[in-house]
């Protein structure tokens, strides 16, 4: 199962993906609208076994502390991007609600690890650029790039931790190397594929 979900007011993307067996589902980047999390989780039945985040800045967080009460699911998160995650001045979560948003992670994503949800693996790609900790999530042949990579797009890389060298050679040297027919889901817009961006990405 795979299910994008736009929320807030910048419409940044949610993910859920789960196996539909045993119905363990992960939550990405929880953005905002918590009732709209949950009600597809309730419709689906689905048990939230992790909750993963892209990166830690505000607009996909927001509604972090909410999943965290409802699924009591650990929260895994780069360790480059923690101290933006537990510092609502940095991930500038305060610019986007009346309460910010400050937490810790409760285990790490690293570079090549791989999670279970039920009989599916989920892996975990690390791309550092668009900030320290950036990463990338893999789900069969579906790519949840955060704010790495867009449709004809990068991310920013003027914000807090963000480097433009770094950004581009993450997703050359990460993002690139995987099959054409990958389709890429970003933190915001539409989604796409390696192949179309690999051609038509003006950035690259």
Do not use: W
């Not at 949610?14 to 989780?41: L, M």
């Not at 991007?81 to 994503?109: C, W």
């Not at 693996?121 to 650029?129: D, L, R």
């Not at 040297?173 to 933190?187: A, Q, S």
């Amino acid at each position: 199962m795979f299910k994008k979900l736009p929320l807030g007011k910048f419409e940044t993307n949610c993910y859920i993906i789960a196996d539909d067996a045993s119905k363990e589902a992960a939550v990405i980047d929880p953005a905002d609208d918590f009732p709209k999390i949950k009600q597809f989780i309730e419709e689906h039945d689905l048990k939230v076994k992790y909750i993963l985040l892209t990166h830690a800045h505000g607009d996909h967080i927001l509604a972090l502390p909410e999943i965290k009460a409802y699924s009591k699911a650990p929260i895994g998160l780069n360790s480059g991007d923690e101290d933006m995650l537990m510092n609502a001045a940095i991930n500038m979560s305060g610019q986007f609600t009346r309460h910010p948003v400050e937490s810790k992670a409760d285990f790490y994503l690293k570079d090549g690890d791989t999670l279970e949800l039920g009989s599916n693996k989920v892996s975990i790609i690390h791309t550092p650029g668009h900030t320290k900790g950036g990463t990338c999530i893999l789900f069969e042949k579906e790519l949840m790039a955060g704010d790495t990579l867009f449709a004809r797009g990068i991310g920013r890389t003027d914000f807090y931790g963000g480097d433009y060298d770094t950004l581009i050679n993450s997703i050359i040297t990460k993002l690139f190397i995987l099959p054409e027919d990958t389709n890429v889901h970003p933190g915001h817009g539409s989604s796409t594929t390696i192949l179309r961006e690999k051609h038509n990405n003006p950035f690259i």
